[in-house]
């Protein structure tokens, strides 16, 4: 009998704990439910703000969607310091326009200008700006939608080259410091390197910098295989800025609110062709970013003769004057830069410095912009990487007409483990 009552005992405090456990279960998965449902509703708001201008589509035979949005309606005026801005549609002056003979003098035959894939399929209007479409798989991929675009931003210790560093990324590159900066100018040799992770991506550009290496100002463009932003790892054309080491603010392209675009000719964050390949023919993209003196905007202009938009001053505390740096080459961005085994994510075409044969990343006809009238090569340069057996640099300035700076890299190889 004692058996019996405490066999009842034991039954009953089983189908207690039971359905105990059956209502935690059910209330963690209401949470999770709830908060899938928040994400998504999330994720649906930021893809319709960024398509309810749109005037026209355009289907890319890459698998992209380009809408050409409303340049008065786009989304860099949800931007709070730019909520009353006043379009610049073009520079108060012709940037170029001085540096024509230059260009006729150093004429690389062997580069060949690139364009961008969505433009087969036809182009966007005047009075609109071609935007590349977010798709929803691209914003989950994000934990945090807020984050979406934005590099990662874990600081580590300044270096004695003065050149920005950050954790998890591995950069090659030549420098300049010591001037007030208003522009800086190069010819970027494209390729289509590999990307490990589809959190992992590789870039290669010329940027401008201003401020310590734990609160960095910069603007950068040039082209990324960047899975993570992207959702794929073609080739593409990108923009980025952030004005606090991209703690909080900046982005790729126009995934936020800040760039403001005036060019119905180039989408930002398109994929671009043709590409390089070692031992055949060679191409390019020509960059440069430079300040207008009269409204402190920072354009960015496109194979010398697309002005494609700006960012303005607002958007920055010490960039809004001038920069303090300008770097030219390539980063890589992997948890595993510094560790044991090391990304195989490559930088440049993935070889390394190759000045012979020229199968490597490299730029050409660097110049920057400072006091002077007109762009010429820095009075000063230095080359450095973060890793030089996983990426390494190769500065040649003897016997050239024009200095040239080769970098890149495999990143995990037999020296690189």
Not at 130 to 158: A, F
Not at 369 to 398: G, I, M, R
């Amino acid at each position: 009998m004692l058996w019996f009552h405490g066999s009842r005992y034991f039954r009953e405090m089983g189908l207690v704990l039971l359905g105990m456990t059956f209502i935690s279960l059910w209330i963690h998965s209401e949470a999770h439910y709830s908060l899938s449902k928040h994400r998504v509703s999330e994720i649906d708001r930021k893809i319709n703000r960024l398509r309810r201008h749109v005037v026209k589509s355009i289907k890319s035979e890459d698998g992209d969607i380009i809408d050409c949005i409303d340049l008065y309606k786009q989304p860099a005026f949800d931007h709070p310091a730019l909520r009353n801005h006043t379009i610049q549609m073009a520079p108060t002056y012709n940037p170029t326009a001085k540096n024509l003979k230059e260009r006729n003098n150093i004429e690389d035959s062997s580069m060949n200008i690139v364009t961008q894939v969505w433009k087969k399929g036809g182009s966007c209007p005047k009075e609109t700006i071609p935007v590349r479409r977010i798709r929803k798989t691209d914003l989950i991929r994000d934990d945090n939608i807020g984050n979406y675009g934005r590099k990662r931003p874990q600081l580590s210790t300044e270096n004695k080259n003065l050149s920005v560093q950050l954790a998890n990324h591995s950069k090659a590159i030549l420098l300049t410091v010591g001037y007030r900066y208003l522009g800086a100018k190069g010819d970027i040799k494209v390729f289509n390197p590999s990307v490990e992770k589809d959190d992992e991506y590789t870039t290669s550009q010329v940027s401008l910098i201003n401020g310590p290496y734990y609160e960095y100002e910069s603007i950068e463009s040039g082209w990324a295989v960047n899975p993570g932003v992207y959702g794929d790892r073609q080739t593409r054309f990108f923009v980025y800025w952030t004005a606090d080491a991209s703690k909080t603010t900046g982005c790729f392209d126009i995934t936020c609110p800040g760039f403001v675009q005036t060019s119905n000719e180039i989408a930002l964050g398109a994929a671009i062709y043709p590409l390089s390949v070692p031992n055949g023919l060679a191409y390019q993209i020509t960059v440069y970013i430079f300040k207008d003196p009269n409204t402190s905007n920072w354009w960015v202009q496109y194979a010398e003769k697309i002005n494609i938009g700006y960012w303005p001053p607002d958007l920055f505390h010490g960039l809004r004057y001038n920069a303090e740096s300008v770097e030219w080459g390539g980063e890589v961005y992997s948890t595993t830069v510094g560790h044991t085994p090391h990304t195989s994510t490559g930088m440049g075409s993935g070889r390394f410095p190759d000045y012979v044969f020229g199968n490597s990343g490299v730029v050409k006809r660097m110049r920057i912009h400072d006091n002077s009238a007109t762009l010429k090569f820095p009075e000063w340069v230095e080359q450095f990487t973060d890793e030089f057996n996983c990426y390494d640099v190769e500065y040649v300035e003897d016997y050239i007409e024009d200095p040239e700076f080769y970098y890149g890299g495999p990143g995990r190889n037999p020296m690189c483990p």
